[in-house]
């Protein structure tokens, strides 16, 4: 009888043990050093054709994150949820090619997706129930039938003092022409097409975000940057109706990401560096010092640090001071060989991700 008791103790500690997946929980993060915390069942592998993509930290629980696998079988992608910060992970709806999540920093069940380049779930989706399932709104549908042509979207920016206000840019051009931006004043319900800058160059796939920072008193609802993997980074301040084109390097395929450090400077992912701009946008220089020669995408802040990592093989990823952010060194002796699609920080538990193109979701808890 005892053995037996032991023997359903064991069990009972092990069905504790096992996620969602099937596989054991993860163990706890070791200070200092990367960790792959890919979904099991979404390993992903450039052989495959199996890449990690977009990944988002929710604003009011910082342990549930959110990543996007994307495969070239679009039945091998999905979105993927995590609410212990990548111990355990759970698919989310039937999303085929998920690029970027958005999460609403005052309704965690309130989510925005975007889904492109391949598969039978291109467009704009909506979550209310923290994305177990999507809509694909109404208006949305009409809105890319004409003059836009295309549903196959590449990124996404949400106004941070109003969560129905957004835009979506596109991976594909549209009808007659290049691709420009949809605007939404209500979540999405309806939309406003904003044609590109005139003298946009082309390519596919192109980036939107929001040059608005109310909290620094820094641009405004219609202060918008779209960056483009032919011809440069193109600012607005007035909702689109006009552009300038203030960097001539372009941005890397698969997009690029923003980061505002405490003092108001923008760091971005560009084509050769990273780009740095002090006045909002309106101008920007590469920062080279201590940095390979390389294509960036991914770049994400602490408060205090500032970290990136580049395309080439065989490299660790770069970190800079935030008073700085021109010198760079080597983080750690960590080597990689893909560039972070996208970074994300939880400021609570003070952990770093990086959803690595080629290796997956990379975790690193931060040194005390």
């Not at 999540?101 to 889904?115: E, I, M, Q, T």
């Given at each position: 009888?005892?053995l037996?008791?032991?023997?359903?103790?064991?069990?009972?500690?092990?069905?504790?043990?096992?996620?969602?997946?099937?596989?054991?929980?993860?163990?706890?993060?070791t200070?200092?050093?990367?960790?792959?915390?890919?979904?099991?069942?979404?390993?992903?592998s450039?052989?495959?054709?199996?890449?990690?993509?977009g990944?988002?930290?929710d604003?009011?629980?910082?342990?549930?994150?959110?990543?996007?696998?994307?495969?070239?079988?679009?039945?091998?992608?999905?979105?993927?949820?995590?609410?212990?910060?990548?111990?355990?992970?759970?698919k989310?709806?039937?999303?085929?090619?998920?690029?970027?999540?958005?999460?609403?920093?005052?309704?965690?069940?309130?989510?925005?997706?975007?889904?492109?380049?391949?598969?039978?779930?291109?467009?704009?989706?909506?979550?209310?129930?923290?994305?177990?399932?999507w809509?694909?709104?109404?208006?949305?549908k009409?809105?890319?039938?004409?003059?836009?042509?295309?549903?196959?979207?590449?990124?996404?920016?949400?106004d941070?003092?109003?969560?129905?206000h957004?835009?979506?840019?596109?991976?594909?051009?549209?009808?007659?022409?290049?691709?420009?931006?949809?605007?939404?004043?209500?979540?999405?319900?309806?939309?406003?097409a904003?044609?590109?800058?005139?003298?946009?160059?082309?390519g596919?796939?192109?980036?939107?975000?929001f040059?608005?920072?109310p909290?620094?008193?820094?641009?405004?609802?219609d202060?918008?940057?779209?960056?483009?993997?032919e011809g440069?980074?193109?600012?607005?301040?007035?909702?689109?109706?006009?552009?300038?084109?203030?960097?001539?390097?372009?941005?890397?395929?698969?997009?690029?990401?923003?980061?505002?450090?405490?003092?108001?400077?923008?760091?971005?992912?560009?084509?050769?560096?990273?780009?740095?701009?002090?006045?909002?946008?309106?101008?920007?220089?590469?920062?080279?010092?201590?940095?390979?020669?390389?294509?960036?995408?991914?770049?994400?802040?602490?408060?205090?640090?500032?970290?990136?990592?580049?395309?080439?093989?065989n490299?660790?990823?770069?970190?800079?001071?935030?008073?700085d952010?021109?010198?760079?060194?080597?983080?750690?002796?960590?080597?990689?060989?893909?560039v972070?699609?996208?970074?994300g920080?939880?400021?609570?538990?003070?952990?770093?991700?990086?959803?690595?193109?080629?290796?997956?979701?990379?975790?690193?808890?931060?040194?005390?």
């Open positions: 009888m005892k037996r008791a032991h023997h359903q103790f064991l069990f009972g500690l092990l069905l504790t043990l096992f996620t969602a997946t099937g596989s054991l929980a993860a163990e706890p993060l200070p200092g050093v990367w960790k792959n915390i890919t979904p099991p069942a979404a390993q992903t450039f052989a495959d054709h199996i890449f990690c993509q990944m988002t930290v604003p009011q629980n910082p342990r549930t994150i959110y990543v996007c696998i994307c495969a070239y079988d679009a039945a091998k992608g999905g979105l993927f949820k995590s609410n212990d910060s990548g111990g355990t992970w759970q989310c709806g039937d999303l085929d090619e998920p690029l970027h999540v958005a999460v609403n920093p005052r309704d965690s069940k309130h989510l925005y997706c975007v889904d492109g380049v391949r598969g039978k779930t291109l467009g704009f989706w909506t979550s209310r129930d923290g994305g177990d399932t809509t694909m709104p109404e208006g949305f009409k809105a890319t039938e004409k003059p836009v042509g295309t549903r196959d979207l590449y990124s996404i920016a949400v941070p003092t109003d969560f129905k957004l835009l979506v840019s596109f991976h594909s051009p549209w009808a007659g022409k290049n691709c420009g931006v949809l605007e939404s004043n209500d979540g999405g319900e309806s939309w406003v904003h044609d590109p800058p005139s003298t946009l160059k082309g596919y796939g192109m980036a939107i975000f040059l608005f920072d909290a620094k008193k820094i641009g405004d609802r202060t918008w940057l779209f960056t483009a993997q440069g980074f193109f600012k607005t301040t007035d909702g689109g109706k006009s552009w300038s084109n203030v960097y001539k390097f372009s941005m890397t395929h698969g997009g690029n990401q923003l980061y505002r450090a405490a003092d108001g400077t923008l760091y971005s992912g560009g084509y050769q560096y990273p780009a740095r701009s002090t006045d909002n946008g309106s101008s920007w220089e590469q920062i080279k010092t201590g940095l390979p020669y390389s294509w960036y995408m991914g770049i994400i802040g602490d408060g205090e640090r500032i970290y990136t990592a580049s395309t080439s093989k490299q660790p990823f770069f970190v800079s001071s935030e008073k952010g021109l010198k760079w060194q080597a983080l750690n002796e960590q080597k990689f060989s893909a972070p699609f996208t970074m920080f939880d400021p609570i538990n003070k952990i770093l991700y990086s959803a690595s193109w080629e290796e997956g979701l990379l975790a690193l808890k931060l040194k005390d």
